[in-house]
């Protein structure tokens, strides 16, 4: 089945304790990205890849990283997570630039920082 | 700045009527709008995309207009249906980086 699988689906951590959420996909997609949601602030990106090795900073960065070293994989890293980063987070992934294609979204992840 | 305006006020519609949901955006020049549906919780589910050189876009009993000098997307559902209740989600595409979210309409069918 094609899809796209986030771990863990919740998570409660302390304040500065790094930590990461993974996304893979097996769809050979090239595009993949982080969107977090907020209540009466809808999806955010976070960052995204258009491929091997190449990520780019979304709108809402800050205290995020991301890798991809590989296709199927786009983890997401949070070096020291702090109580604003409480929120529901989406990886989702596309075919790939030039044309437009629907995004294929995982099941999210709930995060929750104390 | 690039905006995209969905009306933030739920929809509240009785069964078997068409529903019709806006988006709006400004300071974009997308080649391409996409319709996503979200259930509490869940991930947004793709449905539709729309050309800009597509007027109008049909699925089953969802329909798409796309009217680029209005800068406007229409999603209509008709005959809709208890189970169409949802948020739906707009994106406006340019096709070169990755996408950017309307923050949604919720639309409840009232049996």
């Known amino acids: 089945e094609a899809q796209v699988t986030q771990n863990p689906r919740y998570l409660i951590t302390v304040t500065g304790k790094k930590l990461t959420v993974t996304c893979s996909q097996n769809?050979?997609?090239?595009?993949m990205s982080w969107y977090r949601q907020d209540p009466g602030l809808g999806l955010r990106q976070i960052y995204y890849s258009m491929n091997v090795e190449v990520t780019d900073k979304g709108d809402v960065p800050e205290g995020y990283k991301v890798s991809r070293k590989e296709k199927r994989n786009f983890p997401l890293i949070l070096e020291s997570p702090s109580p604003n980063q409480t929120s529901l987070y989406f990886c989702?992934?596309?075919?790939?630039?030039?044309?437009?294609?629907?995004?294929?979204f995982g099941s999210g992840t709930r995060l929750t920082v104390v | 700045s690039q905006k995209i305006e969905q009306n933030s006020e739920a929809l509240n519609i009785q069964e078997g009527k068409t529903a019709t949901l806006t988006c709006n955006y400004t300071?974009?020049?997308?080649?391409?709008l996409q319709w996503y549906r979200q259930d509490p919780g869940r991930g947004p589910v793709f449905l539709l995309l729309i050309r800009e050189n597509e007027k109008e876009k049909r699925k089953e009993r969802l329909k798409v207009t796309f009217d680029t000098t209005l800068k406007q997307s229409l999603f209509h559902i008709t005959a809709s249906q208890p189970a169409d209740s949802a948020t739906y989600l707009c994106?406006?595409?340019?096709?070169?980086?990755?996408?950017?979210f309307g923050s949604g309409t919720r639309l409840q069918v009232q049996p």
């Open positions: 300071n974009y020049s997308p080649a391409y």
């Open positions: 989702a992934s596309r075919p790939g630039a030039g044309e437009s294609y629907g995004y294929t």
């Open positions: 769809m050979n997609h090239e595009y």
């Open positions: 994106a406006p595409d340019t096709g070169r980086r990755a996408l950017t």
